[in-house]
Nanobody, 113 residues
Framework: QVRVVESGGGLVQAGGSLTISCTASGISFDTNAMGWYRQAPGKQREMVALISRGGSTNYADSVKGGLTISRDTTKNTVYLQMSSLKPEDTAGYYC???????WGQGTQVTVSS
């Protein structure tokens, strides 16, 4: 059974940094690309960062200023490092298994002014 669990969200002050994690079960990073997406209430879900099965990364042009997506294959975990956070970054952040469009439950990131 596929399972992805996001963690690490919370409240951070504007300009601060935060790293969120996605731990996956039932998949392999050798065969599955992963992505981070975010969605604010009443808004469309949007792509933030992607990491391919080969480890290459891509970022949304609008949010690539302070982002790093990485993975630890030994822990089957994908990370999203965020810096210089702004209130408009407030959203639920979701981990996606690309090939099967499987989503985690999300972790909330709230950036205060």
């Amino acid at each position: 059974q596929v399972r992805v669990v996001e963690s690490g969200g919370g409240l951070v002050q504007a300009g601060g940094s935060l790293t969120i994690s996605c731990t996956a079960s039932g998949i392999s990073f050798d065969t599955n690309a992963m992505g981070w997406y975010r969605q604010a209430p009443g808004k469309q879900r949007e792509m933030v960062a992607l990491i391919s099965r080969g480890g290459s990364t891509n970022y949304a042009d609008s949010v690539k200023g302070g982002l790093t997506i990485s993975r630890d294959t030994t822990k089957n975990t994908v990370y999203l490092q965020m810096s210089s956070l702004k209130p408009e970054d407030t959203a639920g952040y979701y981990c996606k298994v690309s090939q099967i469009d499987y989503w985690g439950q999300g972790t909330q990131v709230t950036v205060s002014s």
